[in-house]
């Protein structure tokens, strides 16, 4: 099975700009999450999509958001880019997003810079 | 709310020598753990996951952890260390119940383990 691709690996934005990132769960996977990780932050939980509904919300502000397609693709987009919004953005995907029996599985990730 | 705290942001050891890398959870209710392993422009993958059963978790790559309620803990270690694991390890933690389901990690800050020759 292919694992969870995410497009692009890299971007370059500046700032006010807005931008989207693509994630393609494992064949099968129905649960989406979204990660941010830098170095100042660690790793963030942004949010999560089942069956094309957000089902969690983590505390960042209205400029992120997402959506999950009926494939179970799912996207994020970031408004009004900041210089604070460069990061390793992460998807992962499970089958059914049970915590305690699904694995999360990582995608390589998505690094944005905001000049 | 829960967290997980590691203790040392950078670790070193020899080759072969034990590894040993602190978290420590704070949850009012018993959580699931996990520990991931991140290697250099890489996602996350998972070494292995405590959620009910045995305390006692075997992962892949020879590492293991124990899972301590007395203690909070959830230290990950491995026999002996190769120049392969260096790489960033993450603690994290998902609420045993979570309302409407689904995944939300919370991770520890991380811990770069180098291996020495």
């Known amino acids: 099975k292919a694992g969870v691709t995410q497009t692009p690996r890299y971007l370059i934005k500046t700032r006010g700009q807005q931008v989207t990132l693509s994630c393609s769960p494992i064949s099968g996977h129905r649960s989406v999450s979204w990660y941010q990780q830098t170095p100042g932050q660690g790793l963030q939980f942004l949010f999560e999509y089942f069956s094309e509904t957000q089902r969690n919300k983590g505390n960042f502000p209205g400029r992120f958001s997402g959506r999950q397609f009926s494939n179970s693709r799912s996207e994020m987009n970031v408004s009004t880019l900041e210089l604070g919004d460069s990061a390793l953005y992460l998807c992962?995907?499970?089958?059914?997003?049970?915590?305690?029996?699904?694995?999360?599985?990582f995608g390589p990730g998505t690094r944005l810079t905001v000049l | 709310a829960q967290s997980v705290t590691q203790l040392g942001s950078h670790v070193s050891v020899s080759e072969g020598a034990l590894v040993l890398l602190r978290c420590n959870y704070s949850s009012s209710v018993p959580p699931y753990l996990f520990w991931y392993v991140q290697y250099p422009n890489q996602g996350l993958q998972l070494l292995l996951k405590y959620t009910t059963g045995a305390t006692l978790v075997k992962g892949i790559n020879g590492f293991e952890a124990e899972f301590k309620k007395s203690e909070t803990s959830f230290h990950l270690t491995k026999p002996s260390a190769h120049m392969s694991d260096a790489a960033e390890y993450f603690c994290?933690?998902?609420?045993?119940?979570?309302?409407?389901?689904?995944?939300?990690?919370?991770f520890g800050t991380g811990t770069q383990l180098k291996v020495e020759l």
């Open positions: 992962a995907s499970s089958l059914e997003g049970r915590g305690s029996t699904d694995t999360q599985y």
């Open positions: 994290a933690v998902t609420p045993f119940i979570l309302t409407g389901g689904g995944n939300k990690l919370t």
